[in-house]
């Protein structure tokens, strides 16, 4: 039976995709190691691979050490430059914003004390921000593929409504209100399910993970075949409200026990004059106090990650802004988890830090414009 043209399409943008996606995956290859790798021929390869230099989504990037006697093969690489997505993460008191390239590569970033509200002035200053960054780093803005918003919040509706922030003062249209400003599209992302994409976006192969963000407020996202799972009510992985302790201390939200109050990095900050770094800092140097409040911090810590692996049995991902002090005392916070696991089946080897340490949401808020991208290519 003769092939539509509607199926000839499918087959050439299926293959056009695969090409790409193992150039994305190898680093760097070869017009032979495609052919090679995808059984295709090499003239159907040359032939995409000519599309693809056209558009300037790849590049020559050099020689491929030959294990032969022989000329090297041109290496081919992702042009990382090709297309930039830019991430805003909106917290209690800080505004912070990332351009991404399609590596998932930082290119640059902002970061500001600033009390964000639902006011004109305020989403004009933000957005000020970003043209500026823009503009310093002199991209034309047809490369730009969008704006993703990271909010400490419950979001909604795909993405279009903040249906529970207490942190942040967002309105319930906040993505409606955001884009009257902007002339780039923009969506809005709860900043723990961002965060667990940035881990989706540099891995590609995620069976099952937990990305539990510990920030201001804790947030987590359930991560399933390389898919973020929201929730019947888009509030899973909602582990920072998870009673830690029955009738302890109060939480943001009202109630008492909540993990949150005992697992927020703010609370090893304000033994330091609200200075996470200046905590750390301190605690190196063995500082008494400081180590005091971290033993009992790990503690609690450890529980509420030896419940999460008991009900999920995966791999947790630590991220936010405790994530960039992780690898230090990660062996120390295993052993405590250890210790609580009835079946210490592996020595809580399931536990490490974000592969990107306390950027996560707004890079992982950017990463969705660019994984859209490259699905389309």
């Given at each position: 039976?003769?092939m539509t043209?509607q199926?000839r399409?499918s087959v050439?943008?299926?293959?056009?995709k695969?090409?790409?996606?193992?150039?994305?995956?190898?680093?760097k290859?070869?017009?032979q190691?495609?052919?090679?790798s995808?059984?295709?021929?090499?003239p159907?390869?040359?032939q995409?691979l000519?599309?693809?230099f056209k558009?300037k989504?790849i590049?020559?990037d050099?020689?491929?050490e030959?294990?032969?006697?022989?000329r090297?093969a041109?290496?081919i690489?992702?042009?990382p430059?090709?297309?930039?997505?830019?991430?805003?993460?909106i917290?209690?008191?800080?505004?912070?914003?990332v351009a991404v390239?399609?590596?998932?590569?930082?290119?640059?970033?902002y970061h500001?004390r600033?009390?964000?509200?639902d006011q004109d002035?305020?989403y004009?200053?933000l957005?000020g921000?970003?043209n500026?960054l823009?503009?310093e780093?002199g991209?034309?803005r047809e490369?730009?593929l969008?704006?993703?918003v990271?909010?400490p919040a419950i979001?909604t509706?795909?993405g279009t409504?903040v249906?529970y922030?207490?942190?942040?003062?967002s309105?319930?249209?906040?993505?409606n209100v955001?884009?009257?400003y902007?002339?780039?599209?923009?969506r809005?992302?709860?900043?723990?399910n961002?965060?667990g994409?940035?881990?989706i976006?540099?891995?590609?192969n995620?069976?099952?993970?937990i990305?539990l963000s510990?920030?201001?407020?804790i947030?987590?996202?359930i991560?399933?075949?390389n898919?973020i799972?929201p929730g019947d009510?888009?509030?899973g992985g909602?582990?920072?409200?998870m009673?830690l302790?029955?009738?302890g201390?109060?939480?943001h939200?009202?109630k008492h026990?909540c993990?949150?109050?005992?697992c927020s990095p703010?609370?090893?900050?304000a033994?330091?004059?609200?200075d996470?770094?200046?905590?750390?800092r301190r605690l190196?140097?063995k500082?008494?106090?400081?180590?005091?409040?971290?033993?009992a911090?790990l503690?609690?810590?450890a529980?509420?990650?030896?419940?999460i692996?008991?009900?999920?049995?995966?791999?947790?991902?630590?991220?936010g802004s405790l994530?960039?002090?992780?690898?230090?005392?990660?062996?120390?916070?295993r052993?405590i988890?250890?210790?609580?696991?009835n079946?210490k089946?592996?020595s809580?080897?399931?536990?490490?830090a974000s592969?990107y340490?306390?950027?996560a949401s707004f890079?992982?808020?950017?990463?969705?414009?660019?994984?859209e991208?490259?699905?389309?290519?």
């Amino acid at each position: 039976m003769a092939m539509t043209a509607q199926g000839r399409v499918s087959v050439t943008q299926m293959n056009r995709k695969r090409i790409f996606n193992l150039i994305f995956n190898k680093k760097k290859t070869s017009r032979q190691g495609i052919a090679y790798s995808l059984g295709l021929s090499l003239p159907t390869v040359n032939q995409h691979l000519d599309y693809l230099f056209k558009a300037k989504l790849i590049r020559e990037d050099g020689y491929l050490e030959s294990q032969t006697v022989g000329r090297k093969a041109v290496a081919i690489s992702i042009n990382p430059e090709a297309r930039i997505a830019l991430g805003i993460d909106i917290t209690q008191n800080h505004i912070s914003i990332v351009a991404v390239d399609m590596c998932g590569q930082v290119r640059a970033t902002y970061h500001e004390r600033y009390k964000f509200a639902d006011q004109d002035a305020c989403y004009r200053h933000l957005i000020g921000q970003v043209n500026q960054l823009i503009e310093e780093n002199g991209w034309p803005r047809e490369i730009i593929l969008g704006i993703g918003v990271s909010l400490p919040a419950i979001i909604t509706n795909n993405g279009t409504i903040v249906e529970y922030g207490l942190l942040v003062d967002s309105p319930e249209d906040f993505l409606n209100v955001f884009a009257k400003y902007c002339d780039l599209p923009c969506r809005l992302y709860n900043d723990a399910n961002a965060g667990g994409f940035s881990e989706i976006y540099s891995h590609r192969n995620i069976k099952r993970m937990i990305y539990l963000s510990l920030c201001h407020s804790i947030g987590g996202a359930i991560i399933e075949d390389n898919q973020i799972v929201p929730g019947d009510n888009w509030i899973g992985g909602e582990f920072g409200h998870m009673t830690l302790v029955p009738n302890g201390l109060m939480c943001h939200c009202g109630k008492h026990g909540c993990a949150n109050a005992y697992c927020s990095p703010d609370i090893l900050a304000a033994h330091a004059g609200d200075d996470l770094q200046a905590f750390f800092r301190r605690l190196r140097e063995k500082d008494p106090e400081c180590e005091r409040v971290f033993d009992a911090y790990l503690e609690y810590l450890a529980v509420l990650i030896h419940n999460i692996h008991t009900c999920f049995d995966c791999e947790v991902v630590i991220g936010g802004s405790l994530s960039q002090y992780a690898d230090r005392y990660i062996d120390r916070l295993r052993k405590i988890v250890n210790d609580k696991d009835n079946f210490k089946k592996d020595s809580a080897n399931y536990l490490r830090a974000s592969f990107y340490p306390n950027n996560a949401s707004f890079i992982g808020a950017a990463l969705f414009f660019m994984e859209e991208f490259i699905q389309s290519i």
